[in-house]
């Protein structure tokens, strides 16, 4: 029921841009894309989310495709602390809908 | 201030026993739920309450059960205890209702630092 796909794992060097893939690409029209992270064992945390365009916030861009089928999140100069789970998720908006997660991606920034 | 806050942080206890854990927010969501994340670190939903009332139950043991005193308040009870039931359980919030405060995202979720129950 997680509905999206991410890659288990992936590698980035630290100061370097981070690209987390996602497929939704069963997502329907009024689903939004929201991404969390879960840094070791703590409480998963709002990254960012979006509908249609390109988002941008103080953590990270989300840029999601014209289609709506896939995401890319992009942190952009990716440090140690940004090792973590990344979890996307899509959901309807005030639906009291299942936050459904993944299976996520581990994002390891190396030195 | 902590937005989600739970108690305990860590608990151990013998197979066969009952057990609380308790959760609270002060961010006036409407919103709380409880999710399971065992040892292989999937995050599954298990309850979530709106405005005190039970709005998702998924497919869990009836030894546990969940109780929303208030909208800022979900606990959960957990009887005769299984080593199975050793995980990480997270408690969380959001605002489900739209036009209340701006100081979070729309729909997003806040999650408290979790409660590391292990059964022996």
């Known amino acids: 029921d997680a509905k999206t796909t991410q890659p288990p794992s992936m590698d980035c060097a630290e100061g370097r841009a981070a690209n987390l893939p996602c497929n939704h690409s069963?997502?329907?029209?009024?689903?939004?894309v929201y991404w969390y992270r879960q840094i070791h064992s703590q409480g998963p945390q709002y990254i960012i989310h979006?509908?249609?365009n390109n988002e941008t916030n103080e953590m990270a861009s989300l840029i999601i495709t014209e289609d709506r089928k896939s995401s890319t999140l992009i942190l952009p100069h990716a440090t140690l602390r940004d090792t973590a789970v990344y979890y996307c998720?899509?959901?309807?908006?005030?639906?009291?809908?299942?936050?459904?997660f993944g299976s996520g991606t581990k994002l390891n920034v190396k030195p | 201030d902590t937005a989600v806050s739970q108690t305990p942080k860590y608990l151990v206890t013998q197979m066969g026993n009952d057990k609380s854990i308790k959760c609270e927010q002060n961010?006036?969501?409407?919103?709380m739920y409880w999710y399971k994340q065992d040892s292989k670190k999937f995050l599954k939903i298990m309850f979530s309450?709106?405005?005190?009332?039970?709005?998702i139950n998924e497919t869990v043991p009836n030894r546990f059960s969940p109780k929303s005193p208030d909208k800022a308040h979900l606990n959960l009870h957990i009887n005769s205890l299984e080593l199975g039931d050793s995980a990480v359980y997270f408690c969380?919030?959001?605002?489900?209702?739209?036009?209340?405060?701006?100081?979070?995202?729309?729909?997003?979720?806040?999650f408290g630092e979790g409660s590391r129950l292990t059964v022996l």
């Open positions: 961010l006036g969501h409407d919103t």
């Open positions: 069963t997502i329907s029209g009024n689903e939004y």
């Open positions: 969380a919030s959001s605002q489900e209702q739209p036009g209340q405060g701006a100081d979070f995202a729309p729909g997003e979720l806040f």
């Open positions: 979006g509908l249609k």
């Open positions: 998720i899509v959901r309807v908006l005030y639906n009291f809908n299942k936050f459904y």
């Open positions: 309450y709106n405005n005190k009332e039970l709005i």
